[in-house]
């Protein structure tokens, strides 16, 4: 089995100055802009990217927040789903056959001199246009479009839908000339599952903004927002903000929580995040634990290191073993010490300062949870190195480069060729 930690991209290779501002065209398959991982990526890169002097702009379906500082095209809506999808679906056909017209449209309005594809959906878009246009096309990886689907529920490991989107993905994979992953599981993940060659790859990790993810909220602040959330005093807190759905663990994090519940009542449990808010706060009702967990629903981005405040202990049940976990920046930013269940992604990012449970054990879970509970002095010491860490390895500037480096050599081997 292929190891590319050392193997794929990791430094710019000789950028040329940022004055050369180029024009990008992001294909983002998704309701861009909503308040959860995969979106924080595409809104930082092209917020890192346009500081360095690129024209970035973004396609993306018709629902979703518009960003002041970002040049958004959307699709049109289709009569009979207006809302916003997360996930798996077959709605999804319409609104990137949809997205392949907007995208077409935007390549004679804005000219872009390079494709930048968000999943396997905008890659795939991507390569049609970039070879209409006979210009470069970087595929931003994001997981495995396969096993997202199967993390959803959406199509099984049996039958002729796994076998034509397996067969789509592999394809996708070894037709982009540049990918991009987010982490080195990712790259792993396309070399060994996939056939992929390392010389594709470059990693480009999911970063923070560690200036505006720290914690300047003083004890008389904190307060204050724990009684706007409905927080009782005294409670040690433990705060996950995400996306909520089985996916992602939720189901675990409750029972969990219902096993540290029954032997102490000294904690709350804050679970921020959308949709299915209903759903979750019904189960915690179900278990009995529903007036130590609050469930505020959707945060917006600019709230979310004020939510984080409010944490002493962060945790992130994540289930799926392939997808990134940007969350864990945001933890690590805030100086949350940060328990995750054990996936390769995970140890990527928290390294020796987490604390890991068995992948899909609540009592494990909650086992580490309370290890934290019992030591404060190592949730301070914990929560410092993982902020140190988040500043040392995780800044959006180095990723900036990194990508502006990667457009470079594309464009150089395009006008060589």
Known sequence: MAHVEDQVNRQPTSPIPPAQAYRVLMIAPTSFFADYGCHVRILEEARILQAKGCRVTICTYRTGQNVADVNILRTMSIPWRRD??????????????????????????????????????GALIGMVLA????????FDFQGSLVNEMLDHKFIKTQGAAYRFFSGLEKYIDHKSSTIITSSDNAANILVNDFGCSYRQISCVPDCVNTAYFARRAEAEEISRLKHMWGVPAGRTVIV??????????????????????????????????????????????????RSYTTFPGRIPYQDAPKLLAIG?????????????????????????????????????YLAEYGRYAALGDSASLAAQLETLLDDPILREKLGSALRQRAIDHFSWENAGNLIYSTYTALLNRHKAS
Not at 94 to 119: E, G, N, V
């Open 131 to 138: 070879k209409l246009w006979h210009i470069p096309l970087v």
């Open 312 to 348: 002493d202990i962060a945790v992130m049940p994540k289930l799926s073993k392939t997808e990134g976990a940007g969350k864990l920046l945001n933890y690590m930013s805030m100086g949350l010490p940060t328990v995750a269940f054990d996936t390769p992604v995970s140890h990527e």
């Open 240 to 289: 996950y903000l995400g996306l909520l759905a089985n996916y992602q663990g939720i189901p675990e994090l409750l029972r969990a929580a219902k096993l540290i519940l029954a032997k102490r009542q000294d904690v709350h449990f804050m679970i921020a995040g959308y949709p299915h808010v209903e759903v979750f706060s019904a189960l915690a009702g179900e278990l009995g634990i």
């Open 84 to 121: 916003w999808e997360v996930g798996s679906s077959w709605h999804k056909i319409a609104y990137d056959i949809l997205l392949f017209f907007c995208a077409f449209s935007a390549m004679f309005r804005y000219k872009p001199q390079i494709i930048h594809a968000h999943l396997h959906e």
